[in-house]
């Protein structure tokens, strides 16, 4: 094996071992940091429940955490009820009144936790638009997130690589193309890669051209 194949080689083994392992260790941080910071919130009950029973930390952490997810189960029970159902409804609309960015707080985590069908990273359609006009050539992944009675059509456009964040714009259906054929996971991970691999996800011509009507 000559020299340059032998630097070849060796380059290739290490970047493939590095796409490899790198991605477990920063699951495996990722899992710790999350782990630690659940931990470090309970630190007063786990110190209690330690106290108490005599159990190790790690017995309490766990004891701990097995508490709140069957307190989490009984209110949620106790809301499908029609005495809880009334109590939540004013319980929620008083703290919504009087604790500032409650309200904020609740519909980020409903966009995630809560209803499929009201959440646009769950149930959002895919779409190319032509964010700087309907002549304009340039085209940008986007959401769709609503659509308007007047026609018009609300747009979430994420920015790479958190597909989290991004701008929200108000466009005319003339500058909106649909994607039925590509999935919001799909769509996310292009943005993740910041584009990269939008050339074969976007490469087929959408399977309907029509445009997105009000509701």
């Known amino acids: 094996m000559s020299k340059v194949n032998k630097e070849d080689f060796f380059k290739k083994t290490i970047v493939g071992g590095i796409i490899i392992v790198l991605p477990l260790a920063l699951l495996a941080m990722g899992l710790r940091w999350l782990f630690h910071l659940v931990t470090d919130a309970i630190q007063p009950l786990t110190n209690l429940v330690v106290k108490v029973i005599g159990f190790p930390e790690i017995?309490?952490?766990?004891?701990?955490?097995?508490?709140?997810?069957?307190?989490?189960?009984?209110?949620?029970?106790?809301?499908?009820?029609?005495?809880?159902?009334?109590?939540h409804s004013h319980f929620d609309d008083r703290l919504s009144r009087y604790a500032p960015g409650y309200r904020l707080i609740k519909d980020i985590v409903n966009q995630f936790f809560g209803d499929a069908s009201q959440s646009?990273?769950?149930?959002?359609?895919?779409?190319?638009?032509?964010?700087?006009?309907?002549?304009?050539p340039t085209e940008v992944t986007a959401i769709i997130t609503s659509r308007h009675p007047n026609g018009k059509v609300s747009i979430f456009m994420p920015t790479g690589p958190n597909p989290t964040s991004g701008n929200i714009y108000h466009v005319e259906p003339s500058q909106v193309t649909l994607r039925p054929d590509i999935s919001i996971e799909d769509a996310f991970r292009s943005i993740i890669a910041c584009g990269a691999g939008s050339g074969e996800l976007f490469a087929e011509e959408p399977k309907s051209s029509e445009k997105p009507e009000p509701e």
């Open 59 to 87: 017995i309490g952490d766990l004891i701990v955490l097995t508490g709140m997810v069957g307190t989490c189960f009984v209110v949620g029970w106790v809301v499908t009820t029609a005495g809880g159902a009334w109590f």
């Open 120 to 136: 646009p990273f769950a149930n959002g359609e895919v779409a190319l638009v032509k964010l700087f006009g309907a002549d304009n």
